[in-house]
């Protein structure tokens, strides 16, 4: 990092689509397609994932047709474009700064296909100048949100005055197939959702400081998570153990980068964890033990919103920082596609 150059997020902003449906629900809709009630040992995978709520870019009903990925992906352009631009505006008032004053917009997706990209869709509408900096980020997935934070990051400090918008917008729902009852197929309709964030990140500022951010890939770890493309569109790759590969091989990681900078758990409040699900969270908390409560921040976002992929660990940042009532920093965790680990420090 420059010496004496320090990156603050000046604000923060989540949101999600309208569409709200409760974990219920979808074992009632989804009950209702395998004869009239879903198999008790299916109904267990949903009752068991820790969630409650979540949201949805499409009413429930359209979910229930055969994918078609061109009228899938449409929806996603239309829908995602209204996130951004909504949850950009809230981000740059909360900053003070108007839409002319965004000097580069990194936007990080991977639940759909935009060519030209979402930001550079948004530019004119929503009010930036035209010779505003466009990143767009496909394939960060889950970790997208710590690794645009690292990329959006890296650039403010490269360009002391400019202001970063940091966008992540996914969504997972619309890779939902219905009649795909493969455990692979259980897990994503139990599991994930849809939402996004926006964060203005800017050298000039008092805000909570972005300090280092890390990111570590395994090989041949591809089966883990990703993106498998066919005649339906974006096929959901989940493979192995993901709470037990974070017990061996993702601790030995946080390990490192805590002794890195130079810190203890003990020196550390209450992490924002990107929540990849129940049991992922079991084996995070068992890392972070010096918490006698856990991670209940992180545990309450996966109940109300579900995994809604790279904006969710900036919901959890969110209310950690609000919450935050000490001067302890914030360790940042996610996981994703590569099969990829980041690790970041905020110090509010």
């Known amino acids: 990092m420059t010496a004496n150059i320090e990156a603050h997020i000046l604000s923060l902003a989540t949101g999600v689509p309208e569409n709200h449906i409760s974990q219920d629900e979808v074992i009632e809709r989804l009950g209702q397609n395998m004869g009239g009630?879903?198999?008790?040992?299916?109904?267990?995978?949903?009752?068991?994932?820790?969630?409650?709520?979540?949201?949805?870019?499409?009413?429930?009903d359209e979910y229930m047709a055969p994918a078609e990925w061109p009228k899938r992906n449409a929806s996603y352009l239309i829908e995602a474009d209204k996130l951004i631009?909504?949850?950009?505006?809230?981000a740059m008032t909360k900053a003070g700064l108007e839409a002319a004053q965004i000097d580069t917009i990194v936007c990080v997706s991977s639940t759909g296909v935009a060519t030209p990209s979402?930001?550079?869709?948004?530019?004119?509408?929503?009010?930036?100048?035209?010779?505003?900096?466009?990143?767009?980020?496909?394939g960060y997935g889950c970790a997208g949100g710590v690794l645009g934070m690292q990329v959006a990051r890296d650039i403010a400090i490269a360009r002391p005055d400019a202001n970063i918008l940091l966008l992540c917008v996914e969504l997972c729902s619309l890779a939902f197939r219905m009649g795909d009852n493969s455990k692979k197929g259980i897990v994503s309709t139990a599991l994930f959702a849809d939402g996004a964030s926006a964060m203005v990140i800017s050298t000039h500022g008092d805000g909570p400081r972005i300090g280092n951010i890390i990111q570590k890939t395994w090989p041949d770890t591809r089966d883990m998570m990703g993106w498998d493309i066919d005649e339906a569109g974006l096929g959901l790759i989940l493979a192995r153990d993901i709470p037990s590969f974070v017990t061996r091989e993702f601790v030995p990681v946080l390990d490192a980068f805590l002794s890195a900078n130079h810190l203890n758990k003990a020196d550390l409040q209450e992490p924002a964890c990107h929540p990849g699900g129940a049991k992922v969270i079991d084996a995070l908390e068992a890392y972070f033990d010096h918490?006698?409560?856990?991670?209940?921040?992180?545990?309450?976002?996966?109940?109300?919103?579900?995994?809604?992929?790279?904006?969710?660990?900036?919901?959890v940042l969110e209310k950690a920082l609000e919450n935050n009532e000490t001067d302890k920093p914030i360790v940042i965790t996610a996981l994703g596609p590569g099969f990829t680990g980041a690790v970041g420090l905020v110090h509010p």
């Open 37 to 60: 009630e879903m198999p008790r040992h299916l109904r267990s995978i949903y009752n068991n994932s820790g969630i409650d709520n979540r949201y949805l870019a499409q009413p429930a």
């Open 85 to 90: 631009i909504q949850l950009s505006a809230k």
């Open 118 to 138: 979402l930001p550079t869709q948004m530019l004119r509408k929503a009010g930036f100048a035209d010779t505003t900096q466009v990143i767009p980020l496909f």
């Open 291 to 315: 918490l006698p409560d856990g991670l209940p921040l992180t545990r309450s976002i996966l109940r109300g919103y579900g995994n809604m992929s790279s904006p969710t660990v900036h919901f």
